[in-house]
């Protein structure tokens, strides 16, 4: 694990000094994260690299993870379905199952925390101990909240308005609550295989291994094979723009083996593919973080044309890599991607395909797209801003309202 | 001017923290009508964050009414007017919302019904605030040199606090008023008044300052200033 010293290089001593300086204030203060589990998702990835972090920075935070059983996962799996809009009908049985398994875990759970920091919906219900343990209580949403299905919603809301304070990751995922609501963005780790630099024989061998040219324009997306990802959308303006510009494209995305409809996507993208040999279709192994980081960085432009999307952190990833990119303004892609300055967001197939060929036929706009983007990306999108985030959401909850805090 | 320094000048930093208050606008007036109706802490939000957050883009549009005008709306010319208003004639966020309505109004009086369009679906404007938490730092200056060598070493958060939001609070950056009233350097505390903050980069207004302080350092040494 990274020590937060070796961050230094890329966002300055000054912000690691003032880190200290605000995990100082925090002395004495226990932080309890609670999740619903300790290995795979986004969550437990952030808990893995902000624990040890905040440790270093002499914070005492600690981190738990409710039990429940394989239904119960079931319906908060239903539950995470509806919150990203999806139409779904649950039972009474399932509701209440939802409510009984947290309070199980409620009276199980040594709540020690002074602050308790509930991660995604599956714990949420916890919230109902603070009427008799008191204690300042904040919800942490990783979800797309942009339009979820409103029977899920306003059986949540009950819960989520007895927390101190929400938070979520992009404006657009707000919502109308009694309670305050932050905003806190993801981040990416500059230190992590996705991210760090590679050696050209790395990237090379990654495109040999794969038959992609490296001497010709290479047009990526990484994403899953996903109807909310446009994957037929990226081939059509791929198929637009090779009229005028000689180029491949690279879709690049893992899970769609054992998932039904991500393998009926994939087929379709296949058809509309037709055996092109300047396309190339790479259903990628879990781990494959540096494949994913080579074939970024061998691109001359990053598409990530999604209808949907939670944060979008392929985006910064790719802005941290310097690559212009062209995306979709769903989700928190409009925070990473600010229009003509950073990056291109755009709505259509055309828009995106005119685009493109503009990015490759002007490299020196492509290049100061990619360059600011890289700016934007190690000022906010780093890991070292979201820990300096999350140590100001522990410092407001003694100061509700105020708005300048003097301490 | 004094040989020794009154009091030394103290660094502090300041982060921080963006709330979402749920309302949105889609188009010209929905924007003007959150413009008259959010708390002034949204107003400095979306006028100074972009400084901190864009720095990069300076002199770009410095503020998020502007880029959201020029930008989403596609309304260049409303935009580049937004975008002008000087920051630096306004000491209250209140003065500051005051010309920001009157330059949109302006614009709107003319031909009402054109400023209808709606910002692209997942392009809208959220509005936000911001909670702001001033810390002091280990960096205290009691001569120029110290100032200088401070200024070399703070973040960029401490330069913003003490220019920024110093002019918010006490109408002049705290560097102009100390240098003047501890260290009676009222030529370089002017220099620095003059200096227009809303146009560069942090790291740039750090650079500048600096020099203008070895300037005078370099003058105290070849003997033109012998009070230093």
């Known amino acids: 694990?990274?020590?937060?010293?070796?961050?230094?290089?890329?966002?300055?001593?000054?912000?690691?000094?003032?880190?200290?300086?605000?995990?100082?204030?925090?002395?004495?203060?226990?932080?309890?994260?609670?999740?619903?589990?300790?290995?795979?998702?986004?969550?437990?990835?952030?808990?893995?690299?902000?624990?040890?972090?905040?440790?270093?920075?002499?914070?005492?935070?600690?981190?738990?993870?409710?039990?429940?059983?394989?239904?119960?996962?079931?319906?908060?799996?239903?539950?995470?379905?509806?919150?990203?809009?999806?139409?779904?009908?649950?039972?009474?049985?399932?509701?209440?199952?939802?409510?009984?398994?947290?309070e199980m875990n409620a009276r199980e759970m040594n709540l020690r925390g002074d602050?308790?920091?509930?991660?995604?919906?599956?714990?949420?219900?916890?919230?109902?101990?603070?009427?008799?343990?008191?204690?300042?209580?904040?919800?942490?949403?990783?979800?797309?909240?942009?339009?979820?299905?409103?029977?899920?919603?306003?059986?949540?809301?009950?819960?989520?308005?007895?927390?101190?304070?929400?938070?979520?990751?992009?404006?657009?995922?707000?919502?109308?609550?009694?309670?305050?609501?932050?905003?806190?963005?993801?981040?990416?780790?500059?230190?992590?295989?996705?991210?760090?630099?590679?050696?050209?024989?790395?990237?090379?061998?990654?495109?040999?291994?794969?038959?992609?040219?490296?001497?010709?324009?290479?047009?990526?997306?990484?994403?899953?094979?996903d109807y909310l990802k446009d994957p037929v959308g990226v081939v059509q303006v791929f198929r637009q723009v090779r009229r005028y510009v000689d180029c491949q494209l690279v879709l690049a995305g893992g899970g769609a083996t054992d998932d039904p409809e991500g393998a009926k996507v994939l087929a379709e993208v296949q058809e509309i593919a037709n055996n092109d040999p300047d396309v190339f279709l790479l259903l990628l192994p879990p781990a494959s973080d540096i494949e994913i980081n080579a074939l970024q960085r061998a691109s001359s432009v990053i598409l990530q044309k999604s209808l949907r999307e939670g944060f979008g952190l392929t985006v910064a990833e790719a802005l941290w890599k310097s690559k212009p990119v062209i995306a979709g303004a769903v989700g928190g892609i409009p925070l990473q991607i600010v229009h003509k300055h950073s990056g291109l967001l755009t709505h259509t197939i055309e828009g995106t395909a005119f685009a493109l060929r503009q990015l490759l036929q002007n490299p020196s706009f492509a290049k100061a797209l990619g360059e600011n983007g890289r700016e934007h990306v190690r000022k906010n999108f780093l890991i070292t801003r979201h820990l300096r985030d999350y140590l100001l959401l522990f410092l407001s909850l003694e100061h509700k309202g105020e708005d300048i805090v003097y301490l | 001017m004094s040989l020794v320094p009154n009091e030394p000048f103290y660094f502090f930093t300041r982060q921080n923290l963006t709330y979402l208050t749920g309302r949105k606008a889609r188009n010209l007036p929905e924007l003007l009508a959150g413009i008259k109706e959010v708390p002034t802490s949204s107003i400095y939000h979306h006028t100074h964050h972009y400084l901190e957050q864009h720095e990069f883009l300076s002199p770009e549009p410095p503020n998020d009414f502007a880029y959201w005008i020029t930008d989403i709306l596609q309304d260049k010319v409303l935009g580049e007017k937004v975008a002008s208003i000087d920051l630096r004639e306004f000491f209250t966020l209140h003065d500051i919302r005051s010309r920001i309505i009157e330059v949109i109004e302006h614009a709107m009086r003319g031909n009402p019904n054109a400023f209808q369009q709606n910002a692209p679906n997942g392009e809208e404007f959220h509005f936000m605030n911001a909670q702001t938490f001033v810390f002091p730092t280990k960096y205290v200056a009691h001569s120029l040199i110290d100032f200088k060598e401070c200024l070399e070493k703070v973040s960029i958060y401490s330069i913003y606090y003490h220019v920024f939001e110093a002019r918010l609070r006490r109408k002049f950056s705290d560097f102009s008023i100390w240098l003047a009233a501890s260290l009676g350097e009222?030529?370089?505390?002017?220099?620095?008044?003059?200096?227009?903050?809303?146009?560069?980069?942090?790291?740039?207004?750090?650079?500048?300052?600096?020099?203008?302080?070895?300037?005078?350092?370099?003058?105290?040494?070849?003997?033109?200033?012998?009070?230093?």
């Open chain 2, 186 to 228: 009222d030529e370089l505390a002017q220099e620095f008044m003059e200096l227009d903050p809303y146009t560069q980069t942090l790291e740039n207004l750090r650079r500048t300052l600096i020099g203008h302080i070895e300037t005078r350092l370099k003058e105290g040494i070849r003997g033109k200033a012998s009070r230093i």
């Open chain 1, 115 to 225: 602050i308790i920091f509930i991660h995604d919906p599956q714990p949420c219900a916890l919230v109902d101990r603070k009427k008799d343990l008191g204690r300042k209580w904040i919800w942490r949403c990783h979800i797309d909240f942009s339009s979820p299905d409103p029977f899920t919603w306003n059986f949540l809301k009950e819960y989520i308005e007895q927390y101190d304070v929400g938070v979520f990751s992009a404006p657009s995922f707000a919502r109308e609550l009694s309670i305050p609501q932050v905003l806190i963005s993801p981040s990416i780790d500059p230190l992590s295989d996705k991210n760090r630099e590679l050696l050209q024989e790395v990237i090379d061998s990654v495109l040999e291994r794969f038959k992609i040219d490296k001497n010709r324009p290479i047009v990526t997306q990484i994403s899953r094979f």
């Open chain 1, 1 to 102: 694990m990274a020590k937060l010293r070796e961050y230094e290089k890329y966002v300055g001593s000054d912000v690691i000094d003032e880190l200290e300086l605000y995990a100082g204030k925090l002395s004495g203060v226990v932080i309890q994260n609670i999740n619903s589990t300790a290995v795979g998702g986004g969550v437990a990835e952030i808990l893995m690299r902000m624990i040890p972090m905040l440790h270093e920075l002499g914070v005492n935070a600690i981190w738990d993870v409710i039990k429940g059983g394989e239904r119960f996962f079931e319906v908060t799996k239903k539950m995470h379905n509806a919150l990203h809009g999806q139409k779904i009908t649950f039972t009474q049985e399932e509701l209440d199952l939802y409510a009984q398994t947290n």
